[in-house]
């Protein structure tokens, strides 16, 4: 990482997101392929992504003095991802450079704006525990850490253990795979969709229920949960019980992205101060925003975009 600013105080950051940066490779297609089938598709365009390197942007474009802890490789695409982050105002002290060619998702997204994506990991996979350990002054500079799961299980479980007193763990299991119980303890809140919540689930996954999975989610450790609906808004719950946030009404053009706009939206905003169901709301009219326009990074909104909902 090279010589890390001295001096640190909490809450320095508003936002620390620690996890992945890929180049997306983008191609519109009529309609998925079967298998063994070949379909014509768009030009390739080729956009900084990835959840880590998304969230962060996510979150600097509405405000918040954000950084990130990944890993890019020594390429083009490393270098793409890094104009994007510094454009949009992230903090980039924590982005390592090398060790692997930069992580790169290939992504297909049909007319109505529905994606399938595909990742290679490359460097995403090479971010260590020992990368988290040399990063301890970002940990204690940051009101709310924000982890998603294209890195490595270990590296995760290492940011658990990194936290400062006093700071909050925001975790979207993207994609998703079952967590040991020291990364659901910590989680507040666990963010998911409904393919999310039925592996995170597992054989506990007992009813079709959208309620029903934030509520045995909520028994799983989470001090806090979100599911996310759609175009059916979020759920959000904790031991007190489940309300419901509705959506935003929208045309969708490009869903990539807005998950993870939503993510860093809401952990943005519980870390100043708004509860959980508010936090949420404010996170659907950011989502929202950000599938009304092509891409991931490029259709994020700001503050003043939000104003047009």
């Not at 935003?248 to 706009?261: I, K, L, N, S």
């Amino acid at each position: 990482m090279g010589a890390q600013p001295k001096g640190y105080r909490m809450n320095d950051y508003d936002l620390l997101v620690v996890g992945s940066a890929n180049a997306d490779l983008v191609i519109g297609v009529e309609r998925r392929p079967g298998a063994g089938e070949t379909v014509l598709g768009s030009d390739l365009a080729v956009h900084p992504g990835g959840k880590g390197a998304n969230q962060a942007v996510a979150a600097a474009r509405l405000g918040a003095r954000t950084a990130l802890l990944a890993r890019v490789g020594d390429d083009g695409h490393g270098r793409l991802l890094l104009d994007s982050l510094r454009a949009a105002g992230v903090d980039t002290v924590g982005v390592l450079v090398g060790g692997a060619p930069t992580g790169v998702a290939l992504i297909t997204v049909d007319p109505s704006g529905d994606n399938s994506i595909v990742v290679s990991p490359g460097a995403n996979w090479q971010l260590t525990p020992g990368d988290v350990r040399a990063a301890g002054s970002l940990f204690h500079a940051s009101r709310v850490v924000s982890v998603q799961l294209e890195i490595p299980l270990e590296t995760v479980v290492e940011v658990v253990r990194s936290l400062a007193p006093g700071s909050r763990f925001v975790l979207n299991p993207s994609p998703p795979r079952p967590l040991p119980r020291e990364v659901l303890d910590a989680c507040d809140p666990l963010i998911v969709n409904e393919h999310e919540a039925r592996v995170i689930l597992g054989d506990a996954c007992v009813s079709d229920r959208a309620e029903d999975w934030a509520t045995l989610l909520v028994a799983k450790g989470p001090r806090s949960v979100v599911v996310t609906l759609g175009g059916e808004g979020a759920l959000v719950a904790d031991k007190e019980g489940v309300s419901r946030v509705p959506s935003v009404p929208v045309r969708a053009v490009d869903t990539t992205g807005a998950g993870d706009a939503f993510t860093a939206a809401l952990a943005w905003r519980l870390g100043a101060g708004e509860d959980l169901a508010e936090a949420a709301a404010y996170a659907a009219r950011v989502g929202a925003a950000t599938v009304t326009k092509e891409g991931a990074q490029d259709s994020f909104p700001t503050e003043a975009d939000l104003t047009a909902l």
